[in-house]
């Protein structure tokens, strides 16, 4: 029995094996059957290269962690067809792997048109609950939301049979591999980087896009330094499905004239290697350390500051809407507080590799839950959700916690618990 690959991608080739490729990358969701319609007219100046993201239109279900990781898995794909270089046309999470190509691996992207994406997709905490309800309730509720999202009312009105088509793709992905896909798109963010961008881009947006609308759009056009902006009308989150024939002349237009070698990546220029000096800290008035001498220069690394680390870890895990106000909160009186919290819990215990956040909100749901503190245990409940613990598995540990911290501690906090898993479980208007 074969091992189920995990480093590359299902993908599909339409066009002359000779001519330049063109990558095509979906939106969460869907499958590379979104590109249908644009295909026949590309295909005939391009090598078009389709993939599905993992656990997709049946792809081996092996969840990446990470946008990265999916360029990874694409690279990795492409250097086995013994493609170099690229251009590459990607929707939604397809625009954040071609956010990403470009960025990491700019020797191989040619040109990049980019459509329905954004250099942030939201916030992390709406990417995060997304997760909490797949796990609770399966994809069934992303699938009937799926129309008005990705399609305008009147195209879904008129097109009943696409709207099933686009329910179904929803329903037959594979449930770990789409949490996961939300946890990528929740911790991207490349705001800061698109200046470094330096292929040619199309960045295209749908002028009824209610997700990553023509707003998001401009951030992008503002930040890369050679990027254009078209705006499609009468189209929403899925423009090339809504609008194929605009889309299409739109990518023929961009990707036209661009001339590469698909064989031949452009060389990487060397970086030149990094000085380090060690520059010993100012000592303390009449402090005899502080004096020159062999002995400055022999003294230990400097141990990193757990402050940045642990800021990341607390929004990741507890969300930025309650950490931005904890820390609003404590601006004045409570700054040094918050301040400990952060380094200490955060940064040097929680970030500890021996557990994984599962079980270290296991653990402290029962340990706030025997020491009465029901106030931190509204947010470490909404915080075990989105670390992948279950309604079911928070039951248990009530239930677990009720025989060695005492029914009455258990009742009051089965209160605090229920009500946050009703309120995190249930599926947007």
Request: glycine share 8%; charged share 20%; net charge negative.
């Amino acid at each position: 029995m074969s091992e189920t690959p995990t480093n590359t991608l299902q993908y599909r080739v339409d066009g002359p094996d000779d001519a330049p490729v063109l990558i095509m990358g979906p939106s969460l969701g869907t499958t590379w059957h979104m590109w249908d319609r644009q295909v026949p007219e590309l295909a005939a100046q391009w090598r078009i290269v389709r993939f599905d993201l993992p656990g997709h239109g049946g792809a081996p279900a092996v969840p990446a962690s990470s946008v990265a990781e999916l360029g990874d898995r694409l690279l990795a794909t492409l250097d086995e067809l013994g493609i170099q270089r690229f251009g590459y046309v990607g929707c939604s999470i397809g625009g954040a792997i071609g956010l990403d190509l470009a960025l990491r691996a700019p020797h191989r992207v040619a040109s990049l048109a980019l459509v329905s994406a954004s250099p942030r997709f939201g916030t992390a905490d709406e990417f995060r609950q997304r997760g909490v309800i797949v796990r609770t309730h399966g994809l069934e509720p992303m699938a009937r939301s799926a129309p008005e999202q990705w399609f305008t009312p009147g195209f879904a009105g008129a097109q009943p049979a696409i709207v099933e088509w686009s329910v179904q793709m929803v329903r037959t992905t594979d449930t770990a591999c789409y949490i996961a896909a939300c946890e990528a798109l929740a911790a991207f963010d490349v705001r800061e980087a698109l200046g470094s961008i330096a292929v040619p881009a199309l960045v295209l947006v749908g002028s009824e896009d209610q997700v990553t609308g023509p707003a998001e759009a401009r951030t992008l056009v503002a930040g890369i330094a050679d990027a254009r902006l078209a705006v499609v009308p009468g189209a929403s989150h899925l423009a090339p499905v809504e609008q194929p024939a605009a889309v299409t002349d739109l990518l023929v237009q961009h990707f036209t004239g661009t001339a590469f070698d698909t064989l031949t990546a452009l060389p990487v220029a060397p970086v030149a290697p990094v000085a380090v000096v060690a520059v010993p800290a100012p000592a303390a008035p009449g402090d005899a350390a502080a004096a020159e001498g062999p002995a400055a220069e022999t003294a230990g690394p400097v141990r990193p500051d757990p402050y940045d680390t642990g800021l990341k870890l607390r929004r990741e895990v507890l969300g930025d809407a309650h950490v931005d106000r904890v820390l609003d909160e404590g601006a004045a009186f409570a700054a040094d507080f918050q301040d400990l919290v952060t380094r200490y819990a955060w940064g040097e215990v929680w970030s500890r590799e021996g557990l994984d956040r599962r079980t270290r909100s296991a653990i402290t749901l029962t340990a706030l839950i025997a020491g009465g503190h029901l106030d931190e245990l509204t947010g470490h409940t909404r915080a075990a959700l989105r670390n992948g613990l279950t309604p079911d598995e928070l039951k248990e540990i009530l239930i677990h916690a009720a025989v060695y911290c005492g029914l009455p501690a258990a009742n009051a906090a089965l209160r605090v618990v229920q009500e946050v898993v009703r309120e995190e479980t249930t599926p947007r208007a």
